[in-house]
């Protein structure tokens, strides 16, 4: 039996579900908290509990979480009886052997490239799935296996790819990366672990310069990729584009998504299906019906604005999506609702935020989540981004007056931390408000 400590985190309820579909018995731990990683784990009937040293068992081989501490009673336990205890990242290797594996990596883009990419192979030839934002599932008889690949301390050098991409490179996680050479040193061993081939985004200022002893293709606009993208047209509907491959045509896309940062996953998706020699055409109508990443992007429409939740939090990101929002609803107000990430990444990017931020016609702010960090060892606070940001305030749950006044406008709901409640909170009380006024 699998046990996983720490069983509701995005990553390790997909890989529990995994397993579970593969055949083998799974079962684990959390705390009590509800989270919407559950969905999974209840529909295949795996059981878990709350952490308690008596769930830990002679007969158990334990998959512990990322996040889980040395002090953790059951991880205690567990190494008490001698059990053998696997890493998150190192079990994900083990199956990464079993399968033809497509590893997605990036600093931004791998969720949704990966939730893509599994979209059309799984239709196409079938696909197991292992992505960040808490999807699993796996079948024996399926050919493919396409893995988010994280490169936060490393871990996705566990992995043995047959195709290695990478969306892009920059400096995040700065709590453990020195700085952008030491993960370009990262991406450079991650590279050099494929099989086959490497595929990177070729837009990108830094996947030239990694050193990589194999065959290396690059997608893009720029002309001088392998794969690029020509005669863009971005509206209202999505984005059009046809595709050459060295100066090949290869296919056209008519895709309803928004914005730059949604062509370039695009054309990653597309790239590995060129290389496997699928059809442009069926390539471009199973894409067609790609509905978006969990909290990528999603859209719910409360009376007259619309609502969209998106995992954003390094700066780049928001940007991404809040250029998207501008594509799609070019006409209406954007109100921006951010949770700050971490001590370490609100300060290292502070003035970058600051500037995206101003782009809104309000934003709005949230306290940092500290997640792994204390506030006690960084000097920053929301409030330091808040004063420097014209029409900017505070806001939490139990402080949203001020949002219920914004009518006939696209609010933005940017973080990675879950905001569920939050925004079930606010679409209760904004109905509410307009029921009384109606």
């Known amino acids: 039996m699998y046990y996983f400590i720490g069983i509701k985190g995005t990553g390790m309820s997909a890989l529990a579900c995994i397993l579970h579909d593969l055949g083998y018995e799974v079962k684990g731990s959390d705390i009590e908290r509800e989270f919407f990683t559950q969905k999974g784990l209840d529909e295949r009937g795996i059981k878990y509990t709350v952490y308690d040293e008596k769930n830990i068992k002679k007969d158990m081989i334990i998959v512990c979480g990322n996040a889980i501490k040395d002090d953790n009673p059951e991880l205690i336990r567990a190494k008490e009886l001698g059990l053998k205890i696997h890493t998150y990242p190192q079990m994900v290797g083990k199956l990464s052997k079993m399968f033809m594996t497509v590893t997605i990596a990036g600093c931004h883009g791998k969720t949704t490239t990966s939730s893509m990419l599994h ?4 239709e196409l030839a079938g696909s197991n799935c292992l992505i960040g934002d808490g999807t699993g599932s796996a079948s024996k008889n399926n050919k ?6 994280c490169e936060y301390k490393r871990h996705f050098l566990e992995y043995t790819p047959y195709y290695a991409v990478i969306t892009n ?14 993960v370009i040193d990262a991406y450079r061993e991650y590279a050099n672990n494929a099989e086959k081939m490497v595929i990177a ?8 310069s990694l050193e990589v002893n194999k065959p290396i293709f690059y997608y893009g606009l720029d002309e001088d990729n392998d794969i690029i993208a020509k ?3 971005y509206t209202e509907n999505g984005i059009s584009f046809d595709v050459f491959v060295e100066d090949n045509y290869y296919g ?3 895709l309803p998504f928004y914005g730059k940062h949604m062509l370039l996953n695009s054309l990653a998706a597309i790239s590995v299906c060129y290389y496997e020699r699928l059809e442009a055409k069926e390539v471009g109508k199973i894409l067609k019906t790609f509905e978006g990443a969990k909290r990528r992007f999603n859209e719910t429409v409360v009376i007259d604005n619309i609502l969209i939740d998106d995992y954003a939090h390094h700066p780049t990101e928001l940007k991404s999506v809040i250029k998207a ?10 109100i921006a609702i951010w949770g700050p990430h971490t001590y370490s990444r609100t300060q290292a990017f502070k003035d970058e935020y600051i500037e995206i931020l101003k782009t809104v016609n309000k934003a709005y702010i949230m306290d940092i989540y500290g997640a792994r960090e204390k506030p006690e060892d960084f000097d920053i606070k929301s409030e330091d981004i808040i004063k420097e940001i014209p029409n900017a305030e505070h806001i939490s749950i139990d402080e949203m007056d001020s949002l219920l006044t914004h009518h006939d406008s696209v609010i933005l709901f940017m973080s990675p931390n879950d905001l569920t409640n939050f925004e079930q909170n606010y679409i209760e009380k904004y109905n509410k408000l307009n029921a009384k006024e109606a």
Do not use: R
Not at 144 to 149: D, G, K, N, Q, T
Not at 170 to 180: C, G, N, S
Not at 201 to 208: I, L, V
């Open 201 to 208: 985004c070729g837009d990108d200022p830094y996947t030239h």
């Open 119 to 122: 979209h059309i192979l799984n």
């Open 252 to 254: 056209h896309f008519d």
């Open 144 to 149: 493919y296996f396409v893995l988010e690949a």
């Open 325 to 334: 929002a501008k594509q799609k609803y070019p006409n209406k107000p954007i």
């Open 169 to 182: 490179i920059e400096l995040d996680h700065v709590d453990y990366f020195k700085d952008i050479d030491d």
């Open 231 to 233: 005669d863009v047209q």
